[in-house]
């Protein structure tokens, strides 16, 4: 390293930058694109709300409440889980329903008999890989907007801490 590279690395103030806003982050796992709505970037915030909410529903609604299951996919989980409360709501609704096969007609833990159809089926096969994939990649995509929304939070904190102290 010559001198001249030294001394330019040397003249640089080193500046630290602010810790994020932890509250961005709990409404980006809330529903995503909120964390971007409420720091201002509307437009950003609901094209992320769009795709990922879309793409997370887009999975429910191929593969079933089935696709969303910690005992059989806990690899898939892993990434379906950080798509927010809705996937806690999803896991304890198709855990109702599956709950109790041999209840009787009528309850609400009833899976159906030919005589006494039931309104909630579990998928299998393809249809069932295709909605795991989908709700998992929807968490996933919703873990990179985690780190956009630290990010950017911790962008504007050190720019408001510049203007407060110079």
């Known amino acids: 390293m010559s001198d001249l590279q030294a001394g330019a690395k040397s003249s640089k103030k080193s500046t630290k930058s602010a810790p ?4 961005y982050l709990v409404l980006a796992w809330v529903c995503p694109g909120l964390g971007h709505i409420a720091m201002g970037d509307v437009r950003r915030g609901l094209i992320l ?3 990922i909410t879309g793409l997370f529903l887009s999975g429910l ?8 299951d910690f005992k059989l996919n806990r690899a898939w989980f892993f990434g379906q889980m950080f798509n927010g409360p809705a996937v806690v709501l999803a896991v ?3 855990k109702t329903m599956m709950s109790q ?4 007609p009528g309850s609400n833990a009833y899976l159906g008999t030919p005589a006494y159809p ?3 089926e579990p998928s299998f096969g393809r249809p069932n890989e295709i909605g795991i994939l ?3 990649l929807a968490g996933l995509l919703n873990l990179f907007i985690f780190y956009d929304v630290l990010d950017r939070s911790a962008q504007r904190n050190t720019a408001k801490a510049r203007k407060v102290a110079g």
């Open 20 to 23: 994020p806003d932890l509250r």
């Open 49 to 51: 709300l769009v795709t």
């Open 118 to 120: 039931n309104a909630y």
């Open 134 to 136: 989908y709700t998992a």
């Open 61 to 68: 609604m191929i593969g079933g409440m089935g696709v969303l």
């Open 101 to 104: 096969p041999n209840s009787q």
């Open 92 to 94: 304890v609704r198709s």
